[in-house]
């Protein structure tokens, strides 16, 4: 494999002067700003509001990098895990030429950011047991293909990929490869962040609104090389992470003990939810589950997901999923939520068999 970096990248973007903002362009401390065009006299919701945030959040990555055991300059910050998907469009695929090779059942986000930037997607979808089908991949590579989202655990499996097939693709492959890792606090295995060093090409997603608890903050973070984190924030909004949603990430981020303690119970219940899905006749298949939520085959996937819904009890039908037929996506609850789930499933199936009868 030959990596080359500049000869990936876009030529509009690699030519890019990019915007210059008043907080990029005068960083030190004064008594007196009047560089941003802010309002000098105050803001109504106060906290300082009336100023523009730290376009690079350099005291949160700060504190990622120590939590990551990462450089600050491995780091990039996003509104959420999304902003860096479809950048890593428009920095790598040219519209209308290039494409990035996606391995369905996956996250929908690849595809639909991919469509929003008119760029190509080759569906290599995963094996029966979900894996990444690698050598359909490397067969399908073509000097236009960019990217490869590999989704590790995979939404909405809930599995991982296998350590060697990633190794292999990333090893192969000359464009970039995103392993997003979403839902990595709740798998077992370590992160792909420990090969970033050793892969130039290698770019891995994670965010704060999973296992973090923050999916309202909504920040997200690509961790790559410097020299695609310098690309990344070269192409981003200025200010693309507020003010509030840094200050109060920062202080979030000294609560790891309560989040290691949410970590551990969610696994908990995820083996309590999956030993309670499997005693109910209605539910056929529950899949190994690496994240926080499970996958269940059902007897009647659109049924069960209204019955549910008319109880008040919301999942995700995945039912219209190549590969997911007859499936619904559950994500873990607490130990009271999940009860009332298994309650509602137990009346359905109850229903079912006196209709049957
Ligand atoms: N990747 C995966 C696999 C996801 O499931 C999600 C959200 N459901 C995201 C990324 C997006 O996360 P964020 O909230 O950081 O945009």
């Not at 600050?72 to 090779?101: H, K, M, T, W």
């Not at 003010?243 to 309560?258: G, H, R, S, Y």
């Not at 083996?271 to 059902?298: C, G, H, M």
């Not at 009860?339 to 068999?353: C, H, M, P, T, V």
Request: glycine share 6%; hydrophobic share 40%.
């Amino acid at each position: 494999m030959s990596f080359d970096l500049d000869r990936l990248v876009r030529n509009n973007i690699r030519d890019l002067k990019p915007y210059s903002s008043a907080r990029s362009e005068f960083k030190g401390s004064a008594e007196v700003f009047l560089d941003a065009n802010e309002n000098s006299f105050g803001s109504p919701a106060g906290n300082g509001l009336n100023r523009y945030p730290d376009p690079l959040q350099v005291r949160l990555k700060k504190r990622i990098a120590d939590l990551k055991g990462l450089g600050v300059d491995q780091i990039f910050a996003g509104n959420g895990s999304d902003e860096a998907i479809d950048l890593l469009y428009r920095i790598f695929c040219e519209p209308a030429r290039d494409a990035s090779i996606i391995c369905p059942p996956t996250y929908g986000m690849y595809e639909v950011s991919a469509a929003i930037n008119n760029v190509g997607v080759v569906m290599i979808p995963l094996t029966h047991d979900f894996q990444l089908n690698s050598r359909a991949m490397i067969d399908a590579f073509s000097p236009n293909t960019k990217l490869i989202f590999i989704c590790s655990p995979n939404n909405p499996t809930g599995n991982l990929m296998q350590r060697q097939a990633v190794i292999e693709i990333i090893e192969n492959f000359d464009g970039i490869v995103i392993i997003d890792e979403a839902y990595i606090d709740f798998a077992s295995t370590p992160s792909f962040t420990g090969e970033l060093q050793k892969y130039p090409n290698l770019v891995v997603l994670q965010t704060f609104s999973k296992a973090w608890g923050m999916a309202g903050l909504r920040v997200g973070t690509a961790f790559a090389s410097p020299e695609i984190v310098a690309l990344l924030n070269r192409v981003k909004p200025p200010y693309n992470i507020s003010t509030t949603a840094q200050q109060i990430l920062l202080e979030a981020l000294d609560q790891k003990t309560q989040i290691d303690e949410w970590i551990k119970i969610s696994k908990t219940e995820r083996e309590a939810l999956r030993i309670a899905l499997l005693d109910l006749d209605l539910v056929q298949t529950i899949y190994p589950s690496d994240a926080n939520f499970i996958l269940a085959k059902v007897a009647d996937a659109v049924g069960i997901y209204k019955s549910l819904v008319a109880k008040g009890v919301v999942v995700r039908d995945r039912s219209n999923v190549e590969l997911c037929e007859g499936c619904l996506r559950i994500t873990v609850g607490t130990a009271d939520e999940n009860r009332q789930l298994i309650a509602a499933l137990r009346d359905f199936g109850s229903k079912l068999e006196v209709s049957i009868i």
